[in-house]
Structures are given as C-alpha cells and as structure tokens.
C-alpha cells in the first residue's frame, strides 16, 4: 500500500501575503492542495493564480465564523433559527465555488466549523451535490 503525503494550506484567499505563499510552496513541489476562502478580500487573486496552475488541488474552505468559534458553535447548538440559516450560507459559498470555473477538490471548515453536528449535514449533502472528492 502506498502511503501519500497531501499538504493542504487553509485560508487560501484571505488575504495577498497567503496567496503568496501558497504560490511559492507550489514553486516548490511541497503543497498539493488549497482551501479557497471564498469570500476572502483576496479571493480573486486566490483563483486567478489557481486558473493558472490546474494540478493544484482546489478545494471549499467554509466560513461561518470569523472571530469567535466558540460562540459560533454555541449559537448553532442553542438557537433553533440559527441552524435554519446556516444552510443558506453554506449554500451561497459553494455556489460562489462553483461560479469560479474551478473543480471542487474538497470541503473544510474554518475553525473546523464544518464538523458541528448542525452543520455537517448539510455540508455533506452539498459537498456530495457539488461533486467534491472529500470533506476533511
């Protein structure tokens, strides 16, 4: 059995100096795969660069908290409209994913968010939808 070794930087998109490095660990053979923040201030340049490099691995990193995961997570536990919503977001980011021309390689979550029990459900159902090969 083969073992594979896959590098993914998270937060590709949040801002220049992470789209940088990301291109400069693909410069190097080390990364092989990106969650795109799809929503970050510098998402654009994130696609761009992943246009022009096809074998990078781009996968969805979803944001559903920016500061406090903590209170994220107790908010989707404890108030029942906050769970009803959560689906339009996730909704909304996957179909900005999907407007990029990019194939989706993968789902994550920003401060593992995508693993609450109100909202893995929802992702999986999407990421399946969405043809992603995996959710991390």
Do not use: C
Not at 2 to 20: K, M, Q, V, W
Not at 79 to 105: I, N
């Amino acid at each position: 059995m083969a073992i594979r070794l896959i590098i993914t930087a998270d937060d590709f998109g949040a801002s220049e100096p992470i789209n940088s490095a990301v291109a400069l660990a693909r410069q190097g053979e080390l990364l092989t795969t990106a969650s795109l923040m799809i929503g970050g201030q510098a998402a654009r340049g994130a696609i761009e660069l992943a246009h022009r490099d096809p074998t990078l691995a781009v996968g969805l990193h979803i944001v559903l908290s920016e500061r406090n995961p903590v209170r994220t997570a107790l908010t989707y536990y404890f108030d029942k409209s906050a769970r009803e919503q959560v689906g339009s977001k996730l909704v909304e980011q996957f179909e900005a994913f999907a407007s990029t021309g990019l194939p989706l390689s993968h789902v994550d979550g920003h401060w593992h968010l995508h693993a609450h029990p109100a909202v893995l459900p929802h992702v999986v159902k999407l990421a399946i939808r969405y043809g992603a090969h995996g959710v991390r």
